[in-house]
Antibody
Framework: EVQLVESGGGLVQPGGSLRLSCAAS????????MSWVRQAPGKGLEWVAN????????YYVASVKGRFTISRDNAKNSLYLQMNSLSADDTAVYYC??????????WGQGTLVTVSS | QSALTQPASVSGSPGQSITISCTGT?????????VSWYQQHPGKAPKLMIY???NRPSGVSNRFSGSKSGNTASLTISGLQAEDEADYYC???????????FGGGTNTRVVFGGGTKLTVL
């Protein structure tokens, strides 16, 4: 059974940093692109970033470019999102998602990031 | 403002059919086959319902179907059931550089619609 479990969310002050992790199981994560998608409270979905199987291609939504870094460790079946210079606009549930190719067939349960003083 | 435009809400009675539209541009919905649809119940993670415009993942009811015409994609749900009441989101590959389909640069790769709340009356 495919499982994605996010962790690392929490309360952080504006300008602070946070690192999210996503542990994958039930499939060979090195065979898939992986993405982070976020959802602000009461709002819609927003794709944040994705990374190719071997990490050779990485893309970001414009609003996080230069502040967020996506990475993966295939040996640990893990996906990461390093978030720096956080603002209130980054407050959201962050989902890790498996991406066969430009669609998301499995999602984690999400981890809440709250940016507030 | 979302990149893809969806109606904020639609409704239908049990047994009826409804269609949710998703309008983009030639740089996203109209230009590629990479349109997908997701169902999200309150407090839950999204669930893939349709990918590559018309394909249905294993386990998804055949009451759900997808199509596309020009810059508008559509999700149709037939034989509405109470359990279909949820939020629905469309998604598409998006490129601001039509010369390059894959790889390179920092163009946004995926965009979502604003979501449609389906109410089963």
């Amino acid at each position: 059974e495919v499982q994605l479990v996010e962790s690392g969310g929490g309360l952080v002050q504006p300008g602070g940093s946070l690192r999210l992790s996503c542990a994958a199981s039930g499939f060979t994560s090195s065979s898939y692109w992986m993405s982070w998608v976020r959802q602000a409270p009461g709002k819609g979905l927003e794709w944040v970033a994705n990374i190719k199987q071997d990490g050779s291609e990485i893309y970001y939504v414009a609003s996080v470019k230069g502040r967020f870094t996506i990475s993966r460790d295939n040996a640990k079946n893990s996906l990461y999102l390093q978030m720096n210079s956080l603002s209130a606009d980054d407050t959201a549930v962050y989902y890790c998602a498996r991406e066969p190719f430009l669609y998301f067939d499995h999602w984690g349960q999400g981890t809440l990031v709250t940016v507030s003083s | 403002q979302s990149a893809l435009t969806q109606p904020a809400s639609v409704s239908g009675s049990p047994g009826q059919s409804i269609t949710i539209s998703c309008t983009g541009t030639s740089s996203d919905v109209g230009g590629y086959i990479y349109v997908s649809w997701y169902q999200q119940h309150p407090g839950k993670a999204p669930k893939l319902m349709i990918y590559d415009v018309t394909n249905r993942p294993s386990g998804v009811s055949n009451r759900f179907s997808g199509s596309k015409s020009g810059n508008t994609a559509s999700l149709t749900i037939s034989g509405l059931q109470a359990e279909d009441e949820a939020d629905y989101y469309c998604s598409s590959y998006a490129s601001t550089d039509t010369r390059v389909l894959f790889g390179g640069g920092t163009n946004t790769r995926v965009v979502f619609g604003g979501g449609t709340k389906l109410t089963v009356l």
